[in-house]
């Protein structure tokens, strides 16, 4: 159990960024162009965790019909989650926007995916899955701030918002805790496909939920690229060096 409530613990780092974007977001009102711009990080973010650090782990090892599968499956609950989010949304608020709440989700699954990695990592070492959850904790900075401006731009409260950047603890405890106790005894082809459904849940939201959304606002060209071509190379960096 002492071993799990380290796992808990390691788990906590890139929760920590998130706070540290949202906590920015909260004490700063930006303008509708940077938190594009700032989506567009987020979104460079999530492709990078996609391409860099995912996927050549997958295709290492794993058959690529088992990775297509579980891609496929982590797709279709994708759209599994923008209807249950438009359902829940128009219950609660009729007619109010799903969007903040899709882009929510996309830094959700991000955040399960970081957990995922760091209970399978530290079933096999505690110093890998702490080098996993620090190359994440300051890469998590822009989608916790994207998330809780673009909040604030919809005119979702402040008590809901701060629910909400503290609610981003709980997919990092779950994926880590299904990564130590469900996933660490099963061979890493099986490991690898639940990263794959991973895959197919951030790789959706981020295409079809946060860059629409960043484009919204409709930042300055330049900006958005090097918004989002630096949030990419700058996890990607951090990956290298830290892994």
Do not use: C
């Amino acid at each position: 159990m002492s071993e799990y409530l380290l796992v808990l613990a390691i788990a906590l780092l890139p929760a920590g960024g998130s706070g540290i974007g949202s906590a920015i977001a909260e004490s700063t009102r930006a303008p509708e162009w940077v938190v594009g711009s700032a989506l567009h990080a987020a979104a460079g973010v999530a492709i990078a965790v996609v391409s860099v650090e995912l996927m050549p782990r997958i295709l290492e090892s794993t058959p690529i019909g088992l990775a297509v599968v579980a891609f496929l499956g982590g797709a279709a609950f994708s759209v599994l989650l923008a209807k249950g989010v438009k359902w829940l949304q128009g219950r609660s608020q009729p007619g109010g926007s799903t969007a903040g709440w899709m882009v929510y989700t996309a830094v959700a699954a991000d955040l399960f995916g970081d957990g995922l990695m760091t209970g399978i990592g530290s079933a096999v070492s505690s110093w890998l899955g702490l080098i996993l959850a620090l190359s994440q904790l300051v890469a998590n900075i822009p989608g916790g701030f994207a998330a809780v401006s673009n909040f604030r731009s919809e005119g979702v409260g402040r008590r809901m918002r701060i629910l909400a950047a503290f609610g981003f603890a709980l997919p990092l405890f779950l994926g880590a805790t299904i990564g130590f106790w469900v996933l660490r005894d099963f061979e890493a082809d099986i490991q690898n496909a639940a990263l794959a459904l991973v895959v197919g849940i951030l790789l959706l939201t981020t295409v079809e939920d946060t860059l629409p959304q960043a484009d919204e606002p409709t930042p300055p060209r330049l900006i958005s690229t090097v918004s989002f071509a630096g949030g990419f190379a700058f996890f990607a960096l951090l990956t290298t060096y830290l892994g």
